[in-house]
């Protein structure tokens, strides 16, 4: 933008100048460099590939607050607590915060500028000049404002407005998938932390239950009835199953202090943040001290269709936000292509002296337009607009993939929901038969109908079977916090304090 210099006097612009301003303001309101915004479009199947017997169906999902069907109350304080206090989270929302005040930045550019300015100047011409010596030393005081305002001709602010908005409406996005991230890191850290607490008890309930098979084969060999030979292999079984317990208590520590973490807080504090007495103030470690089992999802719910990714994920709502942040970006480039105008002016009180401040000849002013356009470059300007338009393309296949991998994502969910239960059904299966097959080789063995191997053989079944029985429920658990993240989840922040509420998710692009 450019000022006019101060004038001690100017004259009134013409009714010819005023008409060739309000002609090009006129201008200004009607025209847009750059095309206008479409939604992209992306071709999805009808429906998911979910198996016949999966009992999933393709009816809208209700995905908010997925993680309350578990109906596990330590679950749920633990991401009340995450999403509240997890750093990834509050970072997220300064990012916003930022998007927000950048977007101000670009609105303010379509108002005109006014700075206040004073000064005095007290100056001396050199005696040496032929005239100096005639011109006496003299001081200025002026005080006044300048004002700048650059018409939005071609409506390049317009487009800068319209990708600041598209911008913060990404970041919102941002919030959002960082929410939804935070709250399956959460779940899934949970399900891993019961299912070592699981797995920890029933290898516990092993190295008793073998313990007791070693007294017997002591007992057997002290009368005489086996050899030594038996009391080393029970003695084996004993110690290979009790060597599993430090890793699984190292699982359990690690899973727990995850949570802490992703909750915000010092792993291994003994106070959560807030002091004693504040709600919640028990920490983590203390949440979850007492063993309980692990989550149960629901095995029958609605899954919806590939077309519903595009309006629940916040990914891919991202992505489109930002292509449409380039998309506008564009019209700002072609808009250095054509002349800018802008309008300046000063009004203010110059004088000699400070007693003849305020007279009426202390008044200056200007007032007037000015034009720049740029003429040539080498071509500098147009490259600026193609690499724009490049960067634009990169944002349309940002989203695409972003589509793509949302669709893979959910049909990896789907079935590995599906085919854990009916791996689960299976071991569940087999470890009964391995109970009852336990039972059958001890009496067979007591009763020196056959040796010790096949207790052996069958101890370590079902030690192994009932481990992965285990690992599959936490498995399934897991699928399912894995399969609503893919779908897009259901958590929505809360409003900022001193903002308006957040708005609802932008509805979905065509397809």
Not at 73 to 85: K, Y
Not at 113 to 136: C, I, M, Q, W
Not at 147 to 176: I, K, N, Q, T
Request: hydrophobic fraction near 40%; aromatic fraction near 6%; include cysteine.
């Amino acid at each position: 933008m450019i000022r006019t210099p101060h004038l001690s006097a100017a004259r009134s612009p013409r009714p010819a100048s005023w008409s060739a301003l309000l002609a090009a303001t006129a201008l200004a309101a009607c025209t847009t460099v750059g095309e206008d915004y479409e939604a992209p479009v992306r071709a999805l199947p009808e429906s998911f590939r979910a198996p016949a017997d999966s009992g999933l169906d393709s009816s809208a999902a209700q995905s908010a607050q997925w993680w309350t069907r578990f109906a596990d109350p330590v679950l749920d304080q633990l991401i009340e607590r995450a999403t509240r206090g997890n750093l990834d989270l509050r970072e997220s929302y300064a990012r916003l915060a930022e998007a927000r005040a950048l977007r101000g930045v670009s609105a303010a550019e379509r108002f005109p500028t006014l700075d206040a300015k004073g000064s005095y100047v007290r100056r001396g011409e050199s005696d040496n000049t032929p005239f100096g010596s005639f011109v006496p030393d003299n001081g200025t005081f002026t005080v006044g404002v300048d004002a700048a305002w650059e018409v939005d001709l071609w409506g390049r602010v317009r487009r800068s407005v319209e990708a600041a908005d598209a911008s913060l409406e990404a970041s919102l996005e941002d919030v959002r998938a960082v929410g939804l991230s935070v709250c399956a890191e959460v779940a899934l850290n949970y399900v891993e932390l019961r299912s070592f607490q699981r797995r920890l008890e029933i290898a516990q309930s092993n190295v008793s239950l073998q313990e007791q098979t070693l007294q017997l084969v002591q007992g057997r060999f002290e009368a005489g009835l086996v050899g030594e030979h038996d009391v080393a292999q029970a003695m084996t079984n004993v110690e290979s199953t009790r060597s599993r317990l430090p890793s699984l208590e190292v699982g359990l520590r690690s899973a727990e202090n995850r949570l802490a973490r992703l909750a915000g807080e010092a792993p291994g504090a003994p106070q959560a943040p807030g002091g004693p007495g504040a709600a919640g103030s028990a920490s983590v470690a203390l949440l979850l001290a007492a063993a309980r089992p692990i989550p149960v999802p629901p095995l029958r719910f609605a899954v919806g269709v590939p077309a519903d990714l595009l309006r629940r994920r916040a990914d891919v709502r991202r992505a489109e936000r930002q292509l449409a942040a380039e998309h506008a970006r564009i019209g700002v480039s072609e808009g250095e292509l054509y002349p800018r105008l802008a309008i300046s002016g000063e009004l203010g009180l110059a004088s000699d002296t400070f007693s003849k401040w305020f007279e009426s000849d202390s008044t200056l002013f200007g007032i007037g337009p000015s034009l720049r356009w740029n003429v040539f470059d080498a071509g500098r300007l147009k490259h600026r607009v193609a690499a724009q338009e490049a960067r634009t393309e990169q944002a349309r296949l940002r989203w695409e993939r972003a589509v793509l991998v949302a669709v893979e994502e959910t049909e990896n969910a789907l079935v590995g929901f599906v085919r854990e239960q009916t791996r689960r059904s299976s071991l569940l299966r087999a470890a009964d038969q391995a109970r009852r097959a336990v039972g059958l080789a001890r009496a067979q063995y007591r009763e020196g109908l056959s040796d010790f191997q096949s207790v052996l053989t069958s101890e370590r079944a079902v030690a192994d079977l009932e481990d992965e029985l285990a690992s599959s429920d936490a498995a399934i658990a897991s699928q399912f916090v894995v399969l609503y993240k893919a779908l897009g989840g259901g958590w929505e922040p809360a409003p900022e304090p001193g903002t308006a509420a957040l708005p609802d998710p932008a509805p979905a692009p065509r397809q």
